[in-house]
C-alpha cells in the first residue's frame, strides 16, 4: 500500500465505513447485475447458470419498472437468440423475434397487435433459407388462426393463400396465387 492512498472508504473486518455500501440486489435475484446507465437506462444481466455468459439482457430504456427489450438464450448455448419487445411502454410484450436454428438470423417474428397477450401473428422461416415463407394471422383476435400465406417455392412471394371462410377455426379454402405450385393443375 502506498502511503497516498486513501483508505478511509475501505471497509476493515469491524467498520463497514461511512461511505461504503455493499451492493444489494433486486427482485432478478443474485445472479442478476443492474447497471444504471448515465442516459437513464437501467440493464439487468442475468446469468442463471453461472456459465459467464448472459442468459438474459433485459433494458428499461426508461427507468420506469417496464423492460423495453430483452435478449434471451433460450436454448441454453450461450447466445442470446431471441429478443422481446415492449414497443409502447406498457409493461406487456408486443413483439419477438427469434433465431430458432441458431444461424445468427431471425427465423421467427411473433406479434401482439391488439395487446391483449395472444399472438396475432405468426411469421417463419421454416426452410432455414433465410426468408420468411410461412405467415400466420388471427385476423378477428379470437386465439385461431384464420388467414395462412406461405411461399412453397422460396422465390420469396406468397404462392398459396389459406383461409378460415367460416369462422370455425379450421383453414377451409386456399387459393394459389402462383399457378406453377398448384398441385391440383396439370404443368
Same mark, same amino acid.
Given at each position: 500500500?502506498? %502511503? =497516498? %492512498? $486513501?483508505?478511509? #472508504? %475501505? +471497509?476493515?473486518? $469491524? $467498520? #463497514? @465505513?461511512? !461511505?461504503?455500501? %455493499? +451492493?444489494?440486489? $433486486? !427482485? =432478478? @435475484?443474485?445472479?442478476?447485475?443492474? #447497471?444504471e446507465t448515465t442516459d437513464g437506462q437501467t440493464i439487468y444481466t442475468t446469468d442463471n447458470d453461472h456459465d459467464g455468459l448472459a442468459d438474459e439482457v433485459a433494458i428499461d430504456s426508461d427507468s420506469d419498472g417496464n423492460i423495453d427489450r430483452a435478449y434471451e438464450d433460450t436454448d441454453g448455448d450461450g447466445r442470446l437468440d431471441t429478443l422481446v419487445v415492449d414497443r409502447d411502454d406498457d409493461g406487456y410484450a408486443d413483439a419477438a423475434y427469434r433465431d430458432t436454428d441458431g444461424d445468427g438470423r431471425v427465423d421467427q417474428v411473433q406479434l401482439d397487435r391488439n395487446e391483449d397477450g395472444i399472438v396475432d401473428v405468426d411469421a417463419r422461416d421454416t426452410d432455414g433459407d433465410g426468408r420468411i415463407d410461412t405467415v400466420s394471422v388471427d385476423r378477428d383476435f379470437d386465439g385461431r388462426e384464420d388467414l395462412r400465406l406461405t411461399d412453397t417455392d422460396g422465390d420469396g412471394d406468397v404462392d398459396v393463400v389459406a383461409r378460415d371462410t367460416d369462422g370455425d377455426g379450421v383453414l377451409d379454402t386456399e387459393t394459389y396465387v402462383d399457378p406453377s405450385t398448384n398441385p391440383y393443375t396439370s404443368h
Amino acid at each position: 500500500m502506498s %502511503e =497516498y %492512498e $486513501d483508505t478511509s #472508504t %475501505e +471497509p476493515t473486518a $469491524d $467498520d #463497514t @465505513g461511512t !461511505d461504503y455500501n %455493499e +451492493p444489494t440486489h $433486486d !427482485d =432478478y @435475484g443474485s445472479n442478476t447485475i443492474v #447497471t444504471e446507465t448515465t442516459d437513464g437506462q437501467t440493464i439487468y444481466t442475468t446469468d442463471n447458470d453461472h456459465d459467464g455468459l448472459a442468459d438474459e439482457v433485459a433494458i428499461d430504456s426508461d427507468s420506469d419498472g417496464n423492460i423495453d427489450r430483452a435478449y434471451e438464450d433460450t436454448d441454453g448455448d450461450g447466445r442470446l437468440d431471441t429478443l422481446v419487445v415492449d414497443r409502447d411502454d406498457d409493461g406487456y410484450a408486443d413483439a419477438a423475434y427469434r433465431d430458432t436454428d441458431g444461424d445468427g438470423r431471425v427465423d421467427q417474428v411473433q406479434l401482439d397487435r391488439n395487446e391483449d397477450g395472444i399472438v396475432d401473428v405468426d411469421a417463419r422461416d421454416t426452410d432455414g433459407d433465410g426468408r420468411i415463407d410461412t405467415v400466420s394471422v388471427d385476423r378477428d383476435f379470437d386465439g385461431r388462426e384464420d388467414l395462412r400465406l406461405t411461399d412453397t417455392d422460396g422465390d420469396g412471394d406468397v404462392d398459396v393463400v389459406a383461409r378460415d371462410t367460416d369462422g370455425d377455426g379450421v383453414l377451409d379454402t386456399e387459393t394459389y396465387v402462383d399457378p406453377s405450385t398448384n398441385p391440383y393443375t396439370s404443368h
